[in-house]
């Protein structure tokens, strides 16, 4: 699994992070792939979902 963000398009909201605490972090108001490999891709799935942004990718 491939998981990015944008941080161009990042919000700050920290939805990912409150949704995916083992994949995602904020740091500076800005969200951060701390764990591109935790292999839960439907929660990271979910987050891209509902990321307002629309800041985070993920590939299979």
């Known amino acids: 699994m491939k998981v990015q963000i944008d941080k161009e398009k990042c919000t700050g909201c920290s939805v990912c992070e409150?949704?995916?605490p083992d994949i995602?972090?904020?740091e500076d108001d800005i969200a951060k792939v701390k764990n591109p490999n935790s292999g839960d891709i439907e929660c990271a799935k979910e987050a891209a979902e509902?990321?307002?942004g629309e800041a985070i990718t993920v590939e299979e």
């Open 50 to 52: 509902s990321c307002p």
């Open 24 to 26: 995602f972090e904020m």
């Open 18 to 20: 409150s949704l995916c």
